[in-house]
T-cell receptor, first 111, second 115 residues
């Protein structure tokens, strides 16, 4: 039981490049989330999904897209990376009111 | 809309002293409240949660928190700090359901434990 895993762990991009972050969970959770963490800002919700095939915008969705084609996977895409997207990205999954189970994070730097 | 305010971005205590990390929330519906801990370069680990059962909640590593509706607070305490408690702590609120159970986080409190 791996819980929530994230790929890759680190990535450096140049401005304008694209990439996809992969989140996978093996707990059969319906709900999945992408957050970004910036110093002094806490965690802010980017997008979330309440089930396979569904996605919705969170607090800071601009510049990101997501897809949930399979229940266990939640992908976060950056189509044209900007320096403002330099951050640590966390994926989480949950069921009902039990809070979120978080992955180890992806540290992204955009030059 | 929900929000969380953590009073004090940095708290410093001596080993063996009381730890008190403050969290106040705003929610239009009965809230579900959580405390998470983050050690350097790691993800978030759930410490404890309040989901409308007992107002005094005990968590892992000797931490506990009390839900006070009249004060809209959910402060985290530990009677005696240990060096291993040094980490960043996040308070979070959920609306308890609706349809998404998403969490709104405070900005975090960095706990330093001095020998």
């Amino acid at each position: 039981n791996a819980g929530v895993t994230q790929t890759p762990k680190f990535r450096v991009l140049k401005t304008g490049q694209s990439m996809t972050l992969l989140c996978a969970q093996d707990m059969n959770h319906e709900y999945m989330y992408w957050y970004r963490q910036d110093p002094g800002m806490g965690l802010r919700l980017i997008h979330y999904s309440v089930g396979e095939g569904t996605t919705a915008k969170g607090e800071v969705p601009d510049g990101y897209n997501v897809s949930r084609l399979k229940k266990q996977n939640f992908l976060l895409g950056l189509e044209s990376a900007a320096p403002s997207q330099t951050s640590v990205y966390f994926c989480a999954s949950s069921y009902s009111t039990q809070g979120g189970f978080f992955g180890p994070g992806t540290r992204l730097t955009v030059l | 809309a929900q929000s969380v305010t953590q009073l004090g971005s940095h708290v410093s205590v001596s080993e063996g002293a009381l730890v008190l990390l403050r969290c106040n929330y705003s929610s239009s519906v009965p809230p579900y409240l959580f405390w998470y801990v983050q050690y350097p370069n790691q993800g978030l680990q759930l410490l404890l949660k309040y989901t409308s059962a007992a107002t005094l909640v005990k968590g892992i590593n000797g931490f506990e928190a009390e839900f006070k509706k009249s004060e809209t607070s959910f402060h985290l305490t530990k009677p005696s700090a240990h060096m291993s408690d040094a980490a960043e702590y996040f308070c979070a609120v959920s609306d308890g359901g609706g349809s998404n159970y998403k969490l709104t986080f405070g900005k975090g409190t960095l706990l330093t434990v001095n020998p």
